[in-house]
């Protein structure tokens, strides 16, 4: 079992940022992949960004260019670094854990970006 502890959402106001981490403990196995996905309301979960244990990163289009991911592997903690902030970002944001061994969802954070 991997346990999964979110932090770091809240609201702001659009071209504002915000940094959300998630720190993973229990059963953790390398490689891994950690990752955000959100969910906005009325909205299906869609990933947001991801990085292996070994640093390759994937990112959605829409935030390309305005959010980092970076995790700290002795730390077993996954970080979003998100600037440029747009009213279409607001949704939950959900950490995830995967490798060979399952995959495990944080419980989620809301960020609120106001125009």
């Known amino acids: 079992q991997v346990q999964l502890v979110e932090s770091g959402g809240g609201a702001v106001q659009a071209g504002g940022s915000l940094r959300l981490s998630c720190a993973a403990s229990?059963?953790?196995?390398?490689?891994?992949?950690m990752g955000w996905y959100r969910q906005g309301s009325g909205k299906q979960r869609e990933l947001v960004a991801t990085?292996?244990?070994?640093?390759?990163?994937n990112y959605a289009d829409s935030v390309k260019g305005r959010f980092t991911i970076s995790r700290d592997n002795a730390k077993n903690t996954v970080y979003l670094q998100m600037n440029s902030l747009r009213p279409e970002d607001t949704a939950v944001y959900y950490c995830?854990?995967?490798?060979?061994?399952?995959?495990?969802w944080g419980q989620g954070t809301q960020v609120t970006v106001s125009s």
């Open positions: 995830r854990h995967s490798s060979a061994f399952g995959l495990y």
């Open positions: 229990g059963s953790i196995f390398s490689p891994n992949t």
């Open positions: 990085i292996t244990s070994g640093g390759f990163t």
